[in-house]
Every structure is written in structure tokens, then in C-alpha cells.
């Protein structure tokens, strides 16, 4: 993997962030709430933390059927495995790929393209479902009460916020639908507005709108969004029994509310793993529910590590068990033109008959 300024900058960002984290709170209080957690607790969490990652190749599985028929679950989990390690161990969010890149050594009837670009589907589930869910605790009167974000009461944002998700929602079933009007008004807006960028432009939303297709099949989208939603009840679950073992008292609508916190800071430029991000992004969240700092950062420490660590060497064994090296997944992701046109290839594959599995 080339080291470039976006690499660069996550390293900085998540160095920065860390130090954010830590600054407030002292390495012998971190130690010591660790030291008095609960370690049953904190291995039951780990446990169900790691059974989010077989719940999203399943997932998987049924967002890829128009392409390839029914998969097999064993290489999407393995492939589901591989690419979590290497967002673990590598930059630039090369997890992605390499994901995608595993499928296809197993399942070489599954193109690169179209494997890559289902992927795009995964990430607007994840968008919809976390949001939803953090709205949604936002509502529960766990929330603290009186507290106002932009000028609105919670009671009105999470509202305002619900009703952003079923907007979006319309607004892709729409897109879907009327595929050519969509495309045209890109066009022109673009071509008027940055004219030089307006190819570019066009080709990313036609992307976009070849990544949603899943839509037009009803039962698909609902069997997505059923396995989307558990995926995120149970990370959701494991992230409240951490709060158990660290002795912090909170509702289920906590983790609700800190996964959707934490959803949208992983989206920065970080180093591998979301080092800092994640600890900074959990100090933040538990603060709006009066959580002290120094449970907040030690809850976060002890679930990162230990979230980390299984799902990291299932991914290593994988890897080797498959012979693919890291510099294989490299060369994926400088195919550019692959990933350009990942979308529409996904698109145009997912209106054609299924081929049925061999």
C-alpha cells in the first residue's frame, strides 16, 4: 500500500484524537477501572462482538444472489474475515478490497467488480440502520432530558433525524425507479455548475444508482434489512455488556445512541483499526449521558483491544489458508478502472438472470 497524504493524515488525525482521549485522564485511573472490571463479562462481549462479522456475511450473501446465485456462507465469512483483519493492520481502508478480492479467489464466477460494488449496497444498509437506531434511543427517556442540538429539542432532532432516514430512503427508491430522469438532471445541473467535473460527475451518480438495484426486489431488500438490523442490535449488545463489566449502569439505549457515534467518527481518516477515533468517539458519546471520563475511556480501551484481537487472527489464518498476500490486495486496489466502474457492472449484472451456484 502506497503511503499518500489521505494515509498520512489519518495517522495524524488518529494520533491527535488519541491524545484528545487521554489528555483529561490519567493512565492509573484507566488501569485501575480495567483492573476491577468484570473479565466474564468483558469475554462475553468479545464473544458477541465477534458474531457480528458472520451475521454481515450473511448479509452478504443475499445482496450478491442476483449475481452469482446462492454463495455459499463459508467464503463469504472467510472472505467477511479477511477484509475486517486488514482494515485492522493496514491504511488507507484497504479492508474493502481485500474482501472483495478473497470472494473472488474462492468464487472466481463472482467478478471483482461486481463484488467490490455490492459492498456499496453493505455501507447504505449500515447508514440506514445505525442512524435509525441512534434516533431512536434518542427518543427513550433514558436520554437526557432538557438538552437541546442545533436548536432543536432531542425530542425534535431525533424526529427531524428519523424522518431524514425515510427521506433518504424515498429519495433512493425514486432513483432507482426513474433510473434515466435521475441521471439526466445530474447532467444538467452538473454541466452548468461544474462543467469541467461534469463527466466525472455523472459517471459517480450512475454508480450510485447501479449500487442501489437491490431495491427493485422487495423480498431481497427486506431480507437485507432484517440482517442488517440484527447485525447492529448485536453490536449494539456487546458494547452494552461492556458497559456491565466496566460497572457503568446504562440502558440498552445507550449503545444504541454511542453505535451511531461511533459510526460516524470510524468515517474519518484514521490508522488502522480506528486507533484514537474510537476512544475519542466513545469519550463524546458516553459524555452526553454524564458517563466520568475516565469509565468512558477505559470502557473503550478495554472493548477496542478485545473487539480487535479475534476477529484480527481469524483474518490472518484466512489469509494464509487462501495463500493471498498483502501486496495481492495492493495491486486490487490500484485498479482503478475496476473500482470506477464497479456499480454499473453490479447493476447491469443484478437485471440478468442469476447463474446458479456449481
Given amino acids: 500500500m502506497r503511503l499518500n497524504w489521505k494515509t498520512a493524515l489519518g495517522f495524524v488525525l488518529s494520533a491527535l484524537l488519541l491524545w484528545l482521549a487521554l489528555r483529561a485522564v490519567s493512565l492509573g485511573s484507566v488501569v485501575d477501572v480495567l483492573r476491577a472490571s468484570n473479565p466474564w463479562l468483558f469475554a462475553l462481549c468479545t464473544i458477541v462482538a465477534t458474531l457480528i462479522f458472520p451475521l454481515r456475511a450473511r448479509r452478504w450473501q443475499t445482496i450478491l444472489e442476483p449475481v452469482a446465485g446462492r454463495i455459499p456462507f463459508g467464503p463469504l465469512w472467510r472472505s467477511t474475515a479477511i477484509g475486517m483483519m486488514v482494515?485492522?493492520?493496514i491504511p488507507a481502508r484497504a479492508g474493502e478490497v481485500a474482501r472483495a478480492y478473497a470472494l473472488t479467489k474462492e468464487v472466481p464466477r463472482v467478478t471483482f467488480t461486481a463484488s467490490l460494488a455490492s459492498l456499496a449496497v453493505d455501507r447504505i444498509f449500515d447508514a440506514i440502520v445505525l442512524l435509525a437506531l441512534m434516533f431512536g434511543a434518542m427518543l427513550s427517556p433514558a436520554f437526557p432530558s432538557g438538552a437541546r442540538l442545533a436548536g432543536l429539542t432531542i425530542t425534535q432532532f431525533a424526529m427531524s433525524g428519523i424522518s431524514a432516514v425515510i427521506a433518504l430512503l424515498v429519495v433512493c427508491y425514486l432513483a432507482v425507479l426513474m433510473p434515466t430522469r435521475v441521471i439526466g438532471i445530474v447532467r444538467t445541473v452538473a454541466t452548468r455548475?461544474?462543467?469541467?467535473?461534469?463527466?466525472?460527475?455523472?459517471?459517480?451518480?450512475?454508480?450510485?444508482?447501479?449500487g442501489l438495484s437491490v431495491l427493485k426486489d422487495a423480498r431481497r431488500f427486506l431480507e437485507v434489512l432484517f440482517w442488517a438490523t440484527l447485525h447492529w442490535l448485536v453490536h449494539a449488545l456487546a458494547l452494552w455488556i461492556g458497559f456491565k463489566a466496566v460497572g457503568m449502569d446504562a440502558p440498552f439505549s445507550v449503545a444504541l445512541f454511542l453505535q451511531g457515534v461511533l459510526g460516524f467518527?470510524?468515517?474519518?481518516?484514521?490508522?488502522?483499526?480506528?486507533?484514537?477515533?474510537f476512544e475519542y468517539a466513545a469519550r463524546i458519546g458516553l459524555a452526553v449521558y454524564g458517563v466520568p471520563e475516565n469509565i468512558a475511556v477505559s470502557w473503550a480501551i478495554g472493548y477496542h483491544v478485545l473487539s480487535f484481537i479475534p476477529i484480527t487472527l481469524m483474518g490472518v489464518m484466512y489469509l494464509a489458508r487462501l495463500g493471498i498476500n498483502l501486496r495481492d490486495i495492493g495491486d486490487a486496489a490500484e485498479r482503478k478502472d475496476d473500482v470506477k466502474d464497479a456499480r454499473a457492472a453490479f447493476a447491469a449484472q443484478t437485471s440478468a438472470e442469476p447463474e446458479q451456484p456449481v
Fill in 87 to 89: 482494515n485492522n493492520v
Fill in 193 to 210: 455548475v461544474l462543467p469541467r467535473l461534469a463527466d466525472r460527475i455523472v459517471a459517480f451518480a450512475d454508480q450510485a444508482l447501479g
Fill in 265 to 277: 467518527w470510524v468515517a474519518v481518516p484514521s490508522s488502522p483499526g480506528f486507533v484514537g477515533v
